[in-house]
Nanobody, 126 residues
Framework: QVQLVESGGGLVQAGDSLRLSCAASGRTFGLVMGWFRQAPGKDREFVAAISWSGGDTYCAGSVKGRFTVSRDNAKNTGYLQMTSLKPEDTAIYFC????????????????????WGQGTQVTVSS
């Protein structure tokens, strides 16, 4: 089993930066870590993912160039650095973990992740 706990959310102004953390425990070796978000009334959507080694990363087009995903396996912690935040980034942010499903790719679909955190709220005011 794997447990994930997000932290670092909050209320910020447009243009500000925020770093989310995802503390993992349990059998995390080899797992991909992903970040998703869900805005009120909308479906949960993919934000970013990072391989176990950290050597492969992928960000959704809507956040590319503004968000950076990273991880520190020695600390069992993943990070989502968010810069130039916009009001449309307002959502609950979830971290997730799952195995590599397809060699050479990082999962972008919800079903590809087996473990989920409880989420942390990010609110960006204009």
């Amino acid at each position: 089993q794997v447990q994930l706990v997000e932290s670092g959310g909050g209320l910020v102004q447009a243009g500000d930066s925020l770093r989310l953390s995802c503390a993992a425990s349990g059998r995390t070796f080899g797992l991909v870590m992903g970040w998703f978000r869900q805005a009120p009334g909308k479906d949960r959507e993919f934000v970013a993912a990072i391989s176990w080694s950290g050597g492969d990363t992928y960000c959704a087009g809507s956040v590319k160039g503004r968000f950076t995903v990273s991880r520190d396996n020695a600390k069992n912690t993943g990070y989502l650095q968010m810069t130039s935040l916009k009001p449309e980034d307002t959502a609950i942010y979830f971290c997730a973990a799952g195995p590599h499903r397809v060699r050479g790719t990082l999962g972008t679909a919800i079903y590809e992740y087996d473990y989920w955190g409880q989420g942390t709220q990010v609110t960006v005011s204009s």
